[in-house]
């Protein structure tokens, strides 16, 4: 999905849902028309985006929404997952608590998930809960026999719920599959596992990212006066003690330049550099509390760009549900002594 796409995709999102809040905006007019004189309105630049990783930038907003998204991508968009093995056979090296819980970290594909009905939900007309799906192996040989993910056998009902890069193809040495356990010749094992819709607050295995995290934007003022005393040979020596290439030496105006300004991870090597040349405040650094650069890589189980927009909706719901619930108040009568 192209920039565009995926923005039209979120404006079209909050607009049809637009009318499902006007009616909390009447109530709360008062209280919004004070909100109103100062609220943001956050924008979002797509900078990368592939079906497992995704960058973006979030301005015009402030860190506390910043990490509410963060958080809400890590824990809070619902995934499908093992949660229940029932084990009928085991003779392999491993206990069953073991293989149980390698099962339960397998990522599954979850492009069902808003089709299910989670355990602490209530269930819908169309939603089901369980995905139930098997797994029956034994070792016939003399070799070391390898069983992976590859091997479950996927509930017919709902096959597009499968282990992320399932194939039956045993082949392909690209898709070997995520290993469980090894066994020897006249080891099995039988058992049947479920998968169920949940999320990363309930247990880790549902968690829908490999990484996702935030960077302040940095931001750098060179003060042009202290660095014209400085000779061409110190403003070079400036520049190669950064660490990364913030700064760059311009050969034909002999100016030190920012390159590359979010490559400062705020190491304190230029400032270091500063006052070894006796030039204290050559150079200013600060993080701006209005402009983050996210960073999102998934596991396979959705695609990037979905755990962003479903993260984006959770975070909708939620301050939905926060300003249908507070109650219209009268204004506050300012404190005595106050200006």
Same mark, same amino acid.
């Given at each position: 999905?192209?920039?565009?796409?995926?923005?039209? #995709?979120?404006?079209?999102?909050?607009?049809?849902?637009?009318?499902?809040?006007?009616?909390?905006?009447?109530?709360?007019?008062?209280?919004?028309?004070?909100?109103?004189?100062?609220?943001?309105?956050?924008? !979002?630049?797509?900078?990368?985006?592939?079906?497992?990783? %995704?960058?973006?930038?979030?301005?015009?907003?402030? /860190?506390? !929404?910043?990490?509410?998204?963060?958080?809400?991508?890590?824990? +809070?968009? /619902?995934?499908?997952?093992?949660?229940?093995?029932?084990?009928?056979?085991?003779?392999?090296?491993?206990?069953?608590?073991?293989?149980?819980?390698?099962?339960?970290?397998?990522?599954?594909?979850?492009?069902?998930?808003?089709? &299910?009905?989670?355990?602490?939900?209530?269930?819908?007309?169309?939603?089901? &809960?369980?995905?139930? &799906?098997?797994?029956?192996?034994? %070792?016939?040989?003399?070799?070391?026999?390898?069983?992976?993910?590859?091997?479950?056998?996927?509930?017919?009902? $709902?096959?597009?719920? %499968?282990?992320?890069?399932?194939?039956?193809?045993?082949?392909?040495?690209?898709?070997?599959?995520?290993?469980?356990?090894?066994?020897?010749?006249?080891?099995?094992?039988?058992?049947?596992?479920?998968?169920?819709?949940?999320?990363?607050?309930? $247990?880790?295995?549902?968690?829908?990212?490999?990484?996702?995290?935030?960077?302040?934007? /940095? +931001?750098?003022?060179?003060?042009? #006066?202290?660095?014209?005393?400085?000779?061409?040979?110190?403003?070079?020596?400036?520049?190669?003690?950064?660490?990364?290439?913030?700064?760059?030496?311009?050969?034909?105006?002999?100016?030190?330049?920012?390159?590359?300004?979010?490559?400062? $991870?705020?190491?304190?090597?230029?400032?270091?550099?500063?006052?070894?040349?006796?030039? /204290?405040?050559?150079?200013?650094?600060? +993080?701006?509390?209005?402009?983050?650069?996210?960073?999102?890589?998934?596991?396979?189980?959705?695609?990037?760009?979905?755990?962003?927009?479903?993260?984006?909706?959770?975070? $909708?719901?939620?301050?939905?549900?926060?300003?249908?619930?507070?109650? +219209?108040?009268?204004?506050?009568?300012?404190?005595?002594?106050?200006?």
């Amino acid at each position: 999905m192209s920039d565009k796409t995926i923005s039209a #995709a979120l404006i079209e999102h909050y607009t049809t849902q637009s009318a499902e809040t006007s009616a909390a905006t009447v109530m709360h007019s008062s209280q919004m028309t004070t909100l109103g004189e100062n609220r943001r309105v956050p924008q !979002v630049q797509i900078r990368e985006l592939r079906d497992d990783y %995704c960058e973006f930038i979030l301005s015009d907003t402030d /860190p506390s !929404v910043a990490n509410a998204l963060r958080r809400i991508m890590q824990v +809070e968009v /619902p995934t499908i997952a093992i949660d229940l093995v029932e084990i009928e056979e085991n003779t392999t090296v491993l206990n069953d608590e073991f293989i149980a819980h390698r099962l339960g970290l397998v990522p599954l594909v979850s492009n069902a998930v808003s089709s &299910m009905t989670g355990v602490f939900e209530t269930a819908g007309e169309s939603g089901f &809960m369980d995905v139930e &799906m098997t797994l029956n192996v034994k %070792c016939t040989s003399d070799d070391t026999m390898e069983v992976t993910s590859n091997d479950l056998q996927l509930d017919p009902s $709902h096959p597009e719920v %499968c282990p992320v890069g399932y194939t039956h193809d045993a082949y392909d040495p690209e898709k070997k599959g995520i290993l469980l356990v090894k066994m020897r010749k006249n080891q099995e094992l039988k058992l049947r596992a479920i998968a169920r819709k949940g999320i990363g607050k309930d $247990h880790a295995k549902w968690i829908p990212v490999a990484t996702v995290s935030f960077q302040y934007m /940095p +931001e750098i003022k060179i003060n042009r #006066a202290l660095m014209d005393t400085l000779s061409e040979q110190e403003r070079e020596d400036f520049v190669k003690a950064s660490p990364t290439p913030v700064f760059r030496y311009n050969n034909i105006t002999k100016q030190v330049e920012i390159d590359q300004i979010e490559q400062y $991870h705020f190491d304190g090597e230029a400032l270091a550099k500063a006052e070894e040349l006796g030039k /204290p405040g050559l150079v200013t650094f600060k +993080e701006r509390q209005d402009m983050f650069i996210f960073r999102v890589e998934g596991t396979g189980v959705l695609k990037a760009e979905d755990v962003v927009i479903t993260a984006l909706d959770v975070l $909708h719901r939620k301050l939905y549900t926060l300003q249908t619930s507070l109650p +219209e108040q009268d204004d506050v009568a300012p404190l005595p002594g106050a200006q």
